[in-house]
C-alpha cells in the first residue's frame, strides 16, 4: 500500500475522533507501474467506520475479478493443482466472518480517493508539494523540517507526534536512526509489468488470477489485459535489456503482442523495524515493515494507521495515558513479524516448487509437496489470526484456548467479537460508539454504572444495551468492552468490583 494512502487513512482516523492534523506529501508523481492492492474484508470493516467502503469499491476492481490460484509446470502444461478463489461475499452465519467483503482496488486510485477525502476534511491541513526533509525530538515534541517544492522555502513546524507513513525509504525512520532487522539474506527478482491477450484468454478468463509456472509468479493486475511476471533471478545473473526474451525464456513459450508497461527489481528482505517508536515519533505501514512487492494485501498497514489514530487521538483528547501510546509498538510489530514468517514460507514454497520441478521430478510428487501447505494455496493475501496482546488488553485467569472437547469462546480479550446482523437487517458494528464502547446483554442494566462511572472519570464510553437474539446467541459473555478499533478491551459475566482498575489498563493510564 502506498504511502500516501496510509497517511491519509492515519489523518482520517484522528478527524474522525475530532483530532486536526497536519499531512505533508511530495509532489505526487503517476506509478511506475500498475499495481492492485488486496484489502480484506477485515480491512473493509475498520475503513467502514471512517466511511470509506463506498468510495473504495466505487473505484474498485469488480467482485467477478478472478481470485484462483494454478500451479503448472509450463503454460501448456496440465495444471498440477488447482485453487479456486474464494467467493467475495464472506459473511457468516456465528459472526466468525467480517461485515464487509474483500475488495482489490489499484493502489493508484486508491491514493487518489483517500487524497480527495483528506483534501476535502476541515480538520486535515494536508500540504501537498511540500517535503519532509529531517526532525529535532524535543522533552515535549518534535520540531519537523519541511521544504515547499516549488520555492524551497524551508519551514519549521512544533508537533506533539510525528507519525513517518512516508514508505519503504522512510526519512522519518532514517532521522530516528531506527534500522530494520532482515529475515535472512535478501534473494533477488525482477517484476515485468505487460499486457498480454493470450494470457487473460488462457487463465483470467477461466478465474485465475495467479499462475506459478515453474520460477515465475503470473499475476492478473486487472482491467485491460495487464499481467505482472515475477521472476527469481540468481545472485550473479543480470537482467537483460529484454525483459520480455527473459519472460518467454522462463516460461518456455511465446508471448505474442506484449507490451512492457515497466520493469523494476526487487529483493525480498522482508525487513521490520527494530522498534517502532522513539520519543514523540512512530513509524506507520512501509516505514515500519517492508514487503512489497512480496505481497499485496494492504491490511497489515492499514491496521498501523487505524491502530496508531485512535490511540494518539485518545492522549490529545485527554482520556488516554502514555501507555496506550506504548501499546502501538506492543500490538502492531508481533503482527508485523508474523506476517512476515508467513510470507517466507510462501516465498520457499514457490522456490521449492521451481526446484523440483526444474529437477524433474514427477506431477504426483509436486502435487503432494504443495498439498503439505494447504494454507498457502490461495491468494487473498496472508491470513493470520487477528487476536491482540498488549498492556492495555484486561486479561483474566482463564485459559485462553479450549481444551479438545470445548468450543473456543467467541468473546476473548484482544479479539474481535462476533459481527452479527440484527433482526431490522443493521449490523451490530455500525452501532458501536465513536470512542469505548460497553456492550450490554444483561437483563438488569448491570452495565450503566460501571458507563456512568467511566464518564465520572472523563472517558468516554458510549451504553450498548441489546436483547437481539442473534447477539445473545453469538456472544458469549454478557458485557464487554470493545474499543474502537473493535477489539474486545475486556469482558466478564458480571459487573466486576475492580472496575476503576480494569478502566486504568485500559486507558494506558496503568499498566501491568
Request: proline letters at 7%.
Amino acid at each position: 500500500m502506498g504511502a500516501g494512502a496510509v497517511g491519509a487513512i492515519l489523518a482520517l482516523e484522528l478527524a474522525h475522533h475530532n483530532v486536526a492534523c497536519i499531512v505533508v506529501e511530495r509532489a505526487v508523481t503517476g506509478p511506475r507501474h500498475p499495481g492492485l492492492d488486496f484489502l480484506a474484508g477485515r480491512s473493509m470493516e475498520l475503513l467502514r467506520r471512517l466511511g470509506l467502503t463506498e468510495l473504495i469499491r466505487e473505484h474498485g476492481v469488480s467482485p467477478d475479478h478472478p481470485t484462483g490460484l494454478e500451479w503448472s509446470q509450463g503454460l501448456d502444461d496440465p495444471p498440477i493443482l488447482v485453487s479456486p478463489g474464494g467467493p467475495a461475499g464472506v459473511e457468516s452465519d456465528d459472526g466468525g466472518g467480517p461485515a464487509e467483503s474483500h475488495q482489490l482496488v489499484s493502489g493508484a486510485q486508491l491514493a487518489k480517493q483517500l487524497r480527495d477525502a483528506v483534501r476535502r476534511h476541515p480538520l486535515v491541513d494536508l500540504r501537498e508539494g511540500w517535503t519532509f526533509t529531517g526532525m529535532r525530538v524535543e522533552p515535549d515534541g518534535a520540531v519537523a523540517e519541511l521544504v515547499e517544492v516549488g520555492s524551497g522555502d524551508r519551514h519549521f513546524v512544533e508537533a506533539r507526534h510525528v507519525a513517518g507513513c512516508d514508505g519503504a525509504h522512510s526519512t522519518v525512520r532514517r532521522c530516528l536512526e531506527v534500522p530494520m532487522e532482515q529475515l535472512a539474506a535478501p534473494a533477488r527478482h525482477c517484476s515485468v509489468y505487460f499486457r498480454n491477450e493470450d494470457l487473460t484468454r488462457r487463465f483470467a478468463r477461466r478465474g485465475l488470477s495467479t499462475v506459478i509456472v515453474g520460477g515465475v509468479a503470473l499475476v492478473a493486475r486487472g482491467d485491460h489485459d495487464t499481467w505482472v511476471g515475477h521472476l527469481g533471478l540468481a545472485p550473479d545473473e543480470p537482467i537483460t535489456t529484454d525483459p520480455v526474451a527473459m519472460l518467454r525464456a522462463m516460461l518456455g513459450v511465446r508471448l505474442d503482442a506484449t507490451e512492457v508497461l515497466g520493469v523494476t527489481q526487487w529483493d525480498d528482505s522482508l525487513a521490520v523495524a527494530t522498534t517502532y517508536q522513539r520519543g514523540p515519533a512512530y513509524l506507520v505501514g512501509e516505514a515500519a515493515h517492508r514487503f512489497h512487492p512480496v505481497t499485496d494485501s494492504a491490511d497489515i498497514s492499514i491496521g498501523d494507521a487505524i491502530d496508531l489514530g485512535w490511540k494518539l487521538a485518545a492522549v490529545i483528547n485527554g482520556w488516554g495515558g502514555p501507555g496506550l501510546l506504548a501499546s502501538y509498538e506492543l500490538e502492531r510489530r508481533p503482527r508485523a513479524l508474523i506476517d512476515r514468517e508467513m510470507l517466507a514460507r510462501s516465498l520457499e514454497t514457490r522456490r521449492r516448487f521451481s526446484r523440483l520441478a526444474k529437477a524433474g521430478a514427477t506431477r504426483e510428487l509436486l502435487a503432494e509437496v504443495l498439498q503439505q501447505e494447504p494454507h498457502l494455496l490461495g491468494t487473498a493475501g496472508v491470513q493470520v489470526g487477528d487476536r491482540l496482546a498488549s498492556s492495555v488488553i484486561w486479561a483474566d485467569d482463564r485459559p485462553q484456548w479450549p481444551g479438545p472437547d470445548e468450543a473456543p469462546p467467541t468473546i476473548a480479550p484482544g479479539g474481535r467479537p462476533p459481527a452479527v446482523r440484527l433482526a431490522d437487517g443493521s449490523q451490530l458494528f455500525d452501532r458501536l460508539g465513536l470512542e469505548l464502547t460497553l456492550v450490554d446483554l444483561t437483563d438488569d442494566d448491570a452495565g450503566r454504572p460501571l458507563v456512568d462511572a467511566a464518564r465520572e472519570r472523563g472517558i468516554p464510553m458510549a451504553h450498548l444495551v441489546t436483547t437481539d437474539p442473534a447477539v445473545r446467541a453469538r456472544w458469549d459473555h454478557p458485557l464487554v468492552l470493545v474499543r474502537p478499533d473493535q477489539h474486545v478491551a475486556w469482558r466478564s459475566g458480571a459487573a466486576p468490583d475492580d472496575w476503576d482498575t480494569v478502566l486504568d489498563l485500559v486507558t494506558g493510564r496503568k499498566t501491568t
